[in-house]
C-alpha cells in the first residue's frame, strides 16, 4: 500500500490549509484512514481519523476547528484544517490501517505544516 500526501504549507494564524491523501494498491476492504502529526521534540499524535463507513474521529485541540472526509471510490481522505493555530505547526503524517489485520498499517511520506505570522 502506497500513499501520497499534498497540500502542507506556510499559512498565517487565522488561516486555512487542505491537505489531500490517495491510497494506492492493496485496499483492505475494512480500513480506517487518518491523520497524525509530529511537531518538533513531540510524539506523534493522531488528529483526526474515519473508518470506510463515514465516522470521524477528532483530537480535542481540532475539534470544531478541522473536519475529515473520505471518498472511498477514490481511496482517498482529505483534512481541511481552518482557524490555524501556530501550535498546529507540525509534519502531518497520512496514515491507513485495518482491524482485519494488526499488520495492515501504512504511512505516507508526511507534509510539513507551518502556522506562523
Known amino acids: 500500500v502506497q500513499l501520497q500526501a499534498s497540500g502542507g504549507g506556510l499559512v498565517q494564524p487565522g488561516g486555512s490549509l487542505r491537505l489531500s491523501c490517495a491510497a494506492s494498491g492493496s485496499i483492505a476492504s475494512i480500513n480506517t484512514m487518518g491523520w497524525y502529526r509530529q511537531a518538533p521534540g513531540k510524539q506523534r499524535e493522531l488528529v483526526a481519523s474515519?473508518?470506510?463507513?463515514?465516522?470521524?474521529n477528532y483530537a480535542d485541540s481540532v475539534k470544531g476547528r478541522f473536519t475529515i472526509s473520505r471518498d472511498n471510490a477514490k481511496n482517498t481522505v482529505s483534512l481541511q484544517m481552518n482557524s490555524l493555530k501556530p501550535e498546529d505547526t507540525a509534519v502531518y503524517y497520512c496514515?491507513?490501517?485495518?482491524?482485519?489485520?494488526?499488520?495492515?498499517?501504512?504511512w505516507g511520506q508526511g507534509t510539513l505544516v507551518t502556522v506562523s505570522s
Open positions: 496514515n491507513i490501517r485495518s482491524i482485519l489485520s494488526a499488520t495492515y498499517n501504512f
Open positions: 474515519i473508518t470506510n463507513a463515514g465516522r470521524p
